[in-house]
């Protein structure tokens, strides 16, 4: 800590501490060093800011690296997905894989000589008035050592997915065998010619059902709202490419109608499959609801063969076997709970005027969420994926360096 004290602030004496000592941050304390952390973080930097990743994994980008599947793809092209100040290699695909965008990242952070503090959990995060800085109070390290931090300034890059979503199933307990969350399957390879109930007809459940499907497992979903489902891409460009460029042009209920006709004519109806499509257009749903299509990458095809069965809402699960709600019952091997992720934000952060305690969203919704006040932002929240977070990260940093150049001029900060 002496040696982390030296590099990064000042030690700072503070009678109102429990250990009175403190660790001075110049720049702004990031928490989370996913892709958004990442991007403000150079984002400053290229503006001669300094800033602090505090990260509780072992490593960057940590969903990417120990929660994802294998056969993962970015579902964007790679132009949509690319952080700011650096392009994707241009050897990289249209569809970069999984291990080649964490590639990406960590010579995204080499690049901009990114260090973040690794094994650090955010306990608890405050605004302290009588001084004017975050106070950010983290565990960790090989002795769980209790570290604080202060600063001006607050970056939550957390984002939307830092926390599984467990549901609740009524006889769950007692189903007997493997129940596993997306965020610990790898690959169809401990399921071969087994019956999988995949839960959550996301992006996720549509994919792990393809791959179970690639490995001789007999894959079952579990479809218990409406979804849509787009192909990833019409007419060799891709469905998000297309939607991006209509709306420039016409309102989003248009673009929705152009949408739903072209996905029609490529996948057909989806709704005879037991997929069935909302009321609302994906565009306009994915606004209000932050509901995400999904974009098909060969599952549809393997519903269709039979490969696949869909079921509708659980009802319970039994000893190796679930009955659903309109009466069926089946026998299965394993679950997977394709069942998402929350943001964690309400679990450390104790000044929720900018942030929904329900959710953990900014209670403004893009693109005025990413600052709150007091030095309080927001980044990888937009729904948007990695476009919006660059948008984000953009603004973050050029909020900030207005902001110190003003300190350093007429306002030098001690406590």
């Not at 004496?13 to 060093?33: K, L, Q, T």
């Not at 403000?40 to 072992?58: F, M």
């Not at 996948?267 to 509901?291: A, M, S």
Request: charged content about 25%; some cysteine.
């Amino acid at each position: 800590m002496e040696l982390l004290t030296e590099t990064l602030g000042k030690r700072v004496h503070d009678p109102y501490m429990e250990e009175s000592r403190c660790i001075w941050i110049a720049g702004p304390i990031i928490v989370g060093s996913g892709p958004s952390g990442l991007a403000t973080a150079a984002c400053l930097k290229s503006k001669g800011v300094s800033s602090l990743i505090l990260e509780r994994s072992n490593c960057i980008a940590s969903l990417w690296q120990l929660k994802t599947y294998d056969r993962l793809r970015l579902h964007l092209p790679k132009h949509f997905c690319e952080l700011p100040l650096m392009s994707f290699p241009s050897s990289y695909p249209t569809y970069p894989t999984k291990q080649q965008f964490v590639q990406y990242l960590e010579s995204y952070t080499k690049h901009f000589g990114l260090n973040p503090v690794f094994n650090q959990t955010v306990e608890d995060a405050k605004f302290d008035s009588r001084c004017g800085v975050w106070r950010v109070r983290t565990t960790g390290g090989k002795k769980e050592e209790i570290a604080e931090y202060a600063s001006p300034w607050l970056v939550v890059a957390t984002g939307e997915n830092a926390e599984e979503v467990m549901p609740e199933i009524d006889g769950i307990a007692g189903f007997g065998g493997p129940i596993l969350h997306t965020s610990s399957y790898k690959s169809g390879e401990m399921f071969r010619e087994k019956k999988v109930l995949v839960v959550g007809c996301g992006n996720s459940g549509m994919e792990v059902c393809l791959d179970l499907c690639n490995f001789n497992a007999r894959p079952s979903l579990v479809v218990r709202d409406a979804v849509h489902v787009l192909p990833q891409e019409m007419l060799g460009i891709s469905t998000f490419g297309i939607s991006t460029r209509l709306l420039k042009w016409f309102p989003v209920q248009v673009v929705d109608r152009f949408l739903l006709r072209m996905s029609r004519l490529v996948l057909g109806d989806t709704d005879r499959l037991g997929l069935v499509r909302p009321k609302l257009g994906p565009l306009e749903r994915k606004i209000k609801c932050g509901k995400t299509p999904v974009l098909d990458v060969g599952t549809l095809a393997k519903i269709r063969s039979g490969h696949i069965k869909v079921y509708p809402e659980l009802k319970r699960v039994m000893q190796h076997s679930a009955e659903f709600v309109d009466g069926k019952v089946d026998n299965f091997d394993a679950i997977i709970l394709a069942t998402g992720y929350k943001s964690n934000v309400p679990m450390w952060l104790k000044d929720m005027n900018m942030f929904c305690e329900k959710d953990g969203f900014p209670r403004k919704p893009f693109p005025n969420g990413w600052k709150g006040e007091s030095g309080l932002y927001a980044v990888g929240f937009t729904k948007l994926g990695l476009l919006g977070a660059a948008i984000d990260a953009k603004k973050i940093a050029e909020d900030v360096a207005v902001q110190q150049n003003f300190l350093k001029k007429d306002h030098p900060q001690h406590c």
